[in-house]
């Protein structure tokens, strides 16, 4: 079996044209699915009669620690992507098994941290936010169930790398979708109490989430076990190896960091535009799940380009690397211009759809054409951070993300948040924070490309 696996995997032999549309889409459309959760959420939380706004707050608020728990659990599974493509590009099979076990200990590891969190921290890390009782008490009712039920969202998060590694992205892109469509079909359900079910209202929102992700992962499961042959699965397998789990990490923790520096920005994002008004947070939370339907369709692609470069990167193939390198950025940056068209023109109807009113639709409104201005930049640095990890890397992934997402980001917001509450400029201000760090980021990558190519791509 280990010496077809080269001969056999599409990864090896596929022109990576094609290779790359035929894992990316699949990969896209499950990553925007996911993105799917927050925003349908979101459509129904807002139009809750009487605190409709209240309520998106509330999902604002604890937005950034479901962030945090997808950054952990997808940069977990990206680290498991890689090493067991490569794995699999060196033909060893029982190194890519340990590599899928070692990723279901990991998983359960991290399901029980935020179990306990669930059990101790919500409260206190909401508080820290808002002063306001209704929102509080929501905001700590949702977070409290989704982080204590939060299996299901790190199971998936293995079994769909597992699988887009093995080539199977379809398989990963159906599970993906059986928990969106039983999320969107519970939302509506549980939130306002049809069928003669009671109205749940936020707690609602979080048990449509909770139910529709661990669907997903009952799927990934079973779809592993039916498609992946080439790799064996039992309980030995299970057993941690420091060596395969540095090897995951090697390759993860820059993917993590960038994931879960996505949710420590919204945090502090949150604490410094309340100090402008509640609305800017609400405008602002609701622009970033908007806009999650863009970016995560760049990580969907980025995503792809991991184990495409992982894998020949393992087989020694420089040009199939180099393609991979080229159409990889190509495509990204498709993806992003498509979406900075979107928003500028779709920006007045998004608005409407979630109800927004008076300033704080105008402060949406204004987020989604100033900030979309920086997507061609954030889709360069995105396909940058994919390949850095899938090269070894690593390192070069993480100062990206720090530069894009807190170095180059919070300060200039902070700065411009005093222009505004001094009144010197408009609230608008504030959103031109992230084009300047995503330019100043994209300077910063085209550096790193330039050295990996150099000391890696051109030694293959």
Avoid at 167 to 194: C, E, H, R
Avoid at 212 to 224: K, R
Avoid at 409 to 434: E, R
Wanted: charged share 10%; with cysteine.
């Amino acid at each position: 079996m280990s010496n077809s696996i080269g001969k056999e995997n599409k990864m090896a032999v596929m022109p990576v044209n094609k290779l790359m549309i035929n894992m990316g889409i699949p990969m896209i459309v499950s990553m925007m699915l996911q993105a799917v959760y927050n925003i349908v959420d979101s459509a129904f939380v807002a139009n809750i009669e009487g605190v409709g706004e209240q309520a998106l707050n509330a999902l604002t608020l604890a937005f950034p620690v479901q962030m945090l728990m997808v950054a952990i659990g997808i940069g977990t599974g990206v680290g498991v992507n890689a090493l067991l493509a490569k794995s699999m590009g060196q033909q060893d099979v029982e190194k890519a098994s340990k590599t899928a076990g070692n990723g279901v200990f990991l998983m359960t590891v991290i399901y029980v941290i935020f179990l306990l969190f669930a059990l101790f921290g919500t409260k206190g890390y909401i508080a820290t936010q808002t002063k306001n009782p209704i929102i509080e008490g929501m905001a700590t009712d949702y977070l409290k169930i989704c982080c204590g039920w939060s299996f299901g969202i790190f199971y998936f998060s293995l079994y769909e790398k597992v699988l887009q590694a093995t080539g199977k992205s379809m398989y990963s892109t159906i599970a993906q979708i059986t928990g969106a469509v039983i999320n969107m079909v519970f939302d509506p359900i549980l939130i306002y109490g049809w069928f003669g079910c009671p109205a749940l209202g936020v707690s609602g929102a979080a048990y449509a989430t909770i139910i529709g992700q661990i669907a997903s992962a009952a799927c990934g499961l079973i779809l592993h076990l039916k498609t992946n042959r080439e790799i064996k699965n039992g309980i030995v397998y299970l057993k941690p190896s420091a060596r395969i789990i540095k090897g995951i990490y090697a390759i993860g923790f820059a993917a993590i960091i960038a994931q879960a520096l996505m949710s420590v920005m919204t945090y502090l994002l949150n604490v410094i535009f309340v100090k402008i008004g509640e609305n800017v947070v609400t405008a602002y939370g609701l622009y970033y799940k908007i806009q999650q339907f863009i970016l995560f369709a760049a990580f969907g692609l980025r995503d792809a380009i991991t184990p495409i470069l992982s894998f020949n990167h393992g087989m020694k193939n420089k040009e199939r690397v180099e393609d991979g390198v080229k159409y990889g950025v190509g495509y990204t940056l498709l993806i992003m211009l498509v979406g900075f068209v979107g928003l500028e023109v779709l920006a007045v109807p998004l608005a409407n759809l979630f109800g927004l009113s008076g300033e704080t639709k105008e402060f949406c409104i204004a987020a989604m054409r100033i900030i979309s201005i920086s997507y061609v930049f954030a889709g360069a640095n995105i396909a940058f951070q994919g390949i850095f990890q899938a090269l070894d890397s690593g390192l070069e992934s993480l100062i990206i993300s720090v530069c894009r997402q807190f170095l180059f980001v919070i300060p200039v917001a902070y700065a411009f948040s005093l222009v505004v509450i001094n009144g010197t400029a408009g609230t608008w201000i504030v959103w031109a924070a992230f084009p300047i760090a995503e330019i100043l980021s994209v300077m910063v990558s085209i550096v790193f490309m330039k050295k990996v190519n150099r000391k890696i791509i051109m030694n293959i």
